[in-house]
Nanobody
Framework: VQLVEFGGGLVQPGGSLRVSCEAT???????????MGWYRQAPGIHRALVAE???????KYADSVRGRFTISRDSAKNTVYLQMNSLKPDDTSVYYC???????????????WGQGTQVTVSP
């Protein structure tokens, strides 16, 4: 599976930005995509979950972004979106797309990462 990320860039505090990630299967897979999500990693800090959406529609958010960020998914296009509103300087980070595949959401057989896209929140 190849993940291609779009969006990112520089935005002022309080502004909005949307990033998207398209998953393309490069070879036949036995398993469907069960999770699509976004993680972020700033220098010197471990990579952490920002938001995730599971195949049954369940969403999960980091406490720091809940109420400001919205994750959505277009299953037909294998694309996941992260709408980021009310951005703060602390949101500055490299954002990585993540896709998990397996026979069910409880069993992860494959875990894929995008190349990362920089989001910078600064005046």
């Amino acid at each position: 599976v190849q993940l291609v990320e779009f969006g990112g860039g520089l935005v002022q505090p309080g502004g909005s930005l949307r990033v998207s990630c398209e998953a393309t299967e490069t070879s036949g897979s036995r398993f469907p995509i069960t999770h699509m999500g976004w993680y972020r990693q700033a220098p010197g800090i471990h990579r952490a979950l920002v938001a995730e959406i599971i195949s049954d529609g369940t969403t999960k958010y980091a406490d720091s972004v809940r109420g400001r960020f919205t994750i959505s998914r277009d299953s037909a296009k294998n694309t996941v979106y992260l709408q980021m509103n009310s951005l703060k300087p602390d949101d500055t980070s490299v954002y990585y797309c993540n896709v998990k595949m397996g026979p069910s959401p409880l069993i992860v057989e494959y875990d894929y990462w995008g190349q990362g896209t920089q989001v910078t929140v600064s005046p």
